[in-house]
């Protein structure tokens, strides 16, 4: 039988030992720390604390010479949310890259991702997205100014034709589905300008790019290059915020401040401002008693 003084030594052994494995762990605070079920909203209620995950979207979200230092429409509107919610909710802007976005968010680096993203079937499988506030095409074509090989999207299905795209965005997706046949050049997330700039190097025959990304690369040097199906994109679909599944609460929240914005004119203003499209819900009465 262990003596009053042995079973205190080992009592106290233990209490080092956990707290070393906190210290190694990285271990949060409590009041830090996710609880069971617990909604994104109610936590950012308690913590005081919203994070939000960036990867880079002009003119929706573009980033300055610091960490944490960003700017653009998406930027505009998240503050504007909060400061109607809470003022005293602080916002942490935590640095990711569009390939490893959907891993860092389901191992719960941050609360929401602000950037338009294309609500697309295969990301619905395993993440949310609030209701759109914006919609954009992709699948536009870049090409070289004097190049009249292509007519329509399929022009590009052969072998002979090298696509540059950037990894896991929509429009990676959208060749992968549409252009089977042509020889890819999958480029790193880090830049998605570097796709066009390929193209007027004269690196590959085309690059496909979305709406916003070709406009920002004409208007800022794209003399070399013209873009195909801008007036018509393949695709036009609407993009949102990104959330988890299964937080209704923190999805009800969003989506009724997203519907607020749109009422009160502010995000018109906003799109304005950064001078992107800006689509209106009509609703309209049908009488069908006549």
């Not at 605070?29 to 005081?48: F, M, Q, W, Y």
């Not at 993203?117 to 619905?124: I, Y």
């Not at 914006?134 to 100014?145: D, E, H, L, M, R």
């Not at 007027?200 to 496909?208: C, L, P, R």
Request: with cysteine; glycine share 6%; charged share 25%.
């Amino acid at each position: 039988m262990q003596s009053p003084k042995q079973h205190l030594v080992i009592v106290r052994s233990l209490c080092v030992l956990m707290l070393v494995m906190c210290l190694a762990s990285g271990c949060r605070s409590a009041s830090e720390s996710p609880r069971p079920s617990e909604s994104r909203l109610d936590r950012v209620k308690r913590t005081g604390i919203l994070r939000i995950g960036y990867g880079g979207y002009p003119p929706y979200l573009t980033k300055g010479t610091r960490p944490g230092e960003v700017s653009g429409l998406s930027v505009d509107m998240i503050k504007r949310i909060v400061e109607l919610w809470n003022r005293n909710i602080r916002i942490e802007w935590v640095e990711t890259s569009w390939d490893r976005v959907k891993v860092d968010f389901l191992q719960d680096k941050f609360d929401i991702v602000v950037e338009p993203l294309f609500r697309t079937v295969p990301r619905a499988s395993e993440l949310n997205f609030t209701r759109p506030y914006t919609y954009s095409g992709y699948g536009i074509a870049i090409v070289k100014i004097h190049d009249d090989r292509f007519k329509t999207v399929d022009d590009f299905n052969r072998p002979d034709i090298t696509i540059a795209v950037t990894q896991s965005v929509s429009s990676h997706d959208f060749v992968l589905r549409a252009l089977p046949k042509a020889k890819l050049r999958v480029l790193p997330t880090g830049d998605l300008q570097q796709p066009m700039m390929e193209v007027a190097m004269g690196q590959v025959d085309a690059a496909f790019v979305d709406i916003p990304s070709a406009t920002r690369f004409l208007k800022i040097g794209g003399t070399r290059v013209k873009a195909l199906f801008y007036e018509n994109p393949p695709v036009l679909v609407g993009a949102g915020f990104m959330i988890p599944q299964d937080d209704y609460k923190w999805a009800s929240f969003l989506n009724v401040s997203i519907d607020f914005l749109e009422s009160s004119g502010e995000l018109r203003t906003l799109a304005k401002k950064y001078s992107v499209p800006y689509y209106e819900v009509v609703l309209r009465r049908f009488d069908f008693t006549q």
